[in-house]
C-alpha cells in the first residue's frame, strides 16, 4: 500500500534552517503532485508549496524566497528546504501525493517549531 513517511522536522532558532523529507512507496511516485501542508491547532490545514511531476513548482506567497520544494524521483523522495525560518512557521508538516482528484495519499506528518 501507499506510505509517505516525513522527517527532518524540529526545534530550531529564528533565521535556521531545516530540511523535510518526505518518502514515498508503494506508488508509481514520478507521476505524482507532491505538495507539503502545514496545521497549526485551531487552524485550517493551509499549502505551502507544490510540486508537479514535470518539476514545476508553487509556493505560498508567505513562503515565496525562503523554500524550497523539490522531488528526488529516483529516491521517491520530496524535500522542503526552509530558510530564515520565522517563528509563524511553526507547524506541523505533512506531505500529500495527489495522482488525480480523488486519489490522495497523506503522511503522518512532522512538527516543525521555531523558538528561541
Known amino acids: 500500500q501507499v506510505q509517505l513517511v516525513e522527517s527532518g522536522g524540529g526545534l530550531v532558532q529564528p533565521g535556521g534552517s531545516l530540511r523535510l523529507s518526505c518518502a514515498a512507496s508503494?506508488?508509481?511516485?514520478?507521476?505524482?503532485?507532491m505538495g507539503w501542508y502545514r496545521q497549526v491547532p485551531g487552524k485550517q490545514r493551509e499549502l505551502v508549496a507544490v510540486?508537479?511531476?514535470?518539476?514545476?513548482?508553487n509556493y505560498v506567497d508567505a513562503v515565496k524566497g525562503r523554500f524550497t520544494i523539490s522531488r528526488d524521483n529516483a529516491k521517491n523522495t520530496v524535500y522542503l528546504q526552509m530558510n530564515s525560518l520565522k517563528p509563524e512557521d511553526t507547524a506541523v508538516y505533512s506531505c500529500?501525493?495527489?495522482?488525480?482528484?480523488?486519489?490522495?495519499?497523506w503522511g503522518q506528518g512532522t512538527p516543525v517549531t521555531v523558538s528561541e
Open positions: 508503494g506508488m508509481l511516485f514520478s507521476i505524482y503532485t
Open positions: 500529500k501525493a495527489e495522482k488525480r482528484p480523488g486519489v490522495v495519499f
Open positions: 510540486i508537479l511531476s514535470d518539476h514545476t513548482t
